[in-house]
């Protein structure tokens, strides 16, 4: 999986809308995230995980945490990731949960968490094919796509602070079972 584009909107830290270009970070090989406590940083690594499963990368923390403390009632929170995967582009935009103001009226209101899902032409493509817009939908196609659940994600491609550590206390039949299903080893 190649990540193209991530776009946070009133994101935990991240006041207004912030875009990062991974294609530019990555275009000459590894990049690090980098900062001090409170940056960001992990931040950066929930909005991924939220984007393409609807939960944070931690298994302790929620997504509550997702929106910007600094959002003022009628900003809305949002992530959107553009990554591409054996089976094309995609583009998944989702939000989270929180109080937003009343479009008519004073006071708030719950704005519900919503998803779409977008097969892309290519990066650059705007619009696409909407794939999803419910969330067990799109949850299901993230899965075909990528053939990782969350735990499976977090544990292989992210490993968040202290999260390598629980791979490692993990069982042996854990362990074999996620490495057989990455690397296809149930042959051998």
Avoid: C
């Avoid at 499963?53 to 949002?78: I, K, L, N, Q």
């Avoid at 999803?132 to 799109?138: G, L, N, T, V, Y």
């Amino acid at each position: 999986m190649d990540i193209h584009r991530l776009t946070m909107g009133n994101i935990g830290p991240f006041d207004g809308t912030t875009e990062i270009d991974f294609a530019a970070l990555t275009h000459s090989g590894l990049f690090l995230l980098e900062g001090p406590t409170g940056s960001g940083k992990s931040t950066i690594l929930d909005a991924i995980v939220f984007a393409l499963y609807g939960g944070v990368a931690t298994s302790v923390a929620g997504t509550e945490r997702m929106r910007s403390d600094a959002a003022a009632p009628a900003d809305e929170s949002f992530v959107e990731l553009v990554f591409e995967a054996d089976s094309g582009v995609f583009r998944i935009r989702r939000t989270p949960s929180y109080e937003r103001a009343k479009k008519s009226g004073s006071g708030t209101t719950l704005q519900r968490p919503s998803v779409g899902l977008w097969r892309l032409a290519d990066p650059a493509d705007a619009s696409g094919e909407l794939l999803s817009s419910r969330s067990h939908e799109a949850d299901l196609e993230v899965y075909r796509i990528l053939g990782l659940t969350r735990a499976q994600f977090v544990q292989t491609v992210l490993l968040p602070q202290g999260e390598f550590a629980a791979f490692l206390r993990a069982s042996p039949l854990d362990r074999q079972a996620l490495l057989q299903r990455l690397f296809g080893t149930e042959l051998y």
